[in-house]
């Protein structure tokens, strides 16, 4: 079965909790754990936060584009900006690294991607934007109760 959906949405701090809402409703389908679903909706905010606040500088006239699709038991999820893009990925992606210490930001959003998925991916080009591509695996063998 593969199932996708696509959805834009205005580059603003409030849409980074229907973008968690809308990825959890639409992997609900492949009967997520807890820790599954958490993981999903936590990268969803980290790499929509992302958008808005390095990619946008919180400029919000702009648009952040989530796709995902579903083949089986994969995911395959991107969110992409058309913002000022990352100079320096192999920096950006460091643990703690961030382009807004003033803004008393942690650093761990690449991390936190890194740690939940499967596979991330970055493509990045100065003034054109960024784009994430994430992969995860969620198990499809669950213990039936007798």
């Given at each position: 079965?593969?199932?996708?959906?696509?959805?834009?949405?205005?580059?603003?701090?409030?849409?980074?909790?229907?973008?968690?809402?809308?990825?959890?409703?639409?992997?609900?389908?492949?009967?997520?754990?807890?820790?599954?679903?958490?993981?999903?909706?936590?990268?969803v905010s980290?790499?929509?936060?992302?958008?808005?606040?390095?990619?946008?500088?919180?400029?919000?006239?702009?648009?952040?584009?989530?796709?995902?699709?579903?083949?089986?038991?994969?995911?395959?999820?991107?969110?992409?900006?058309?913002?000022?893009?990352?100079?320096?990925?192999?920096?950006?992606?460091q643990p703690?690294?961030?382009?807004?210490?003033?803004?008393?930001?942690?650093?761990?959003?690449?991390?936190?991607?890194?740690?939940?998925?499967?596979?991330?991916?970055?493509?990045?080009?100065?003034?054109?934007?960024?784009?994430?591509?994430?992969?995860?695996?969620?198990?499809?063998?669950?213990?039936?109760?007798?």
């Amino acid at each position: 079965m593969r199932n996708s959906m696509e959805l834009s949405f205005t580059s603003i701090s409030e849409n980074e909790s229907f973008a968690r809402v809308t990825i959890a409703a639409f992997v609900a389908q492949l009967d997520p754990t807890m820790e599954e679903l958490t993981e999903i909706k936590t990268v969803v905010s980290e790499a929509v936060t992302n958008a808005i606040i390095h990619g946008y500088n919180n400029d919000d006239s702009q648009r952040i584009l989530m796709t995902c699709s579903i083949d089986e038991n994969k995911v395959e999820l991107t969110i992409e900006d058309h913002g000022i893009g990352i100079d320096n990925i192999d920096e950006a992606i460091q643990p703690l690294y961030t382009s807004k210490p003033e803004l008393e930001r942690s650093g761990m959003g690449f991390t936190i991607m890194d740690n939940f998925m499967d596979n991330v991916e970055i493509e990045s080009k100065l003034g054109e934007g960024t784009k994430i591509c994430l992969i995860k695996y969620f198990n499809k063998s669950k213990t039936l109760c007798n």
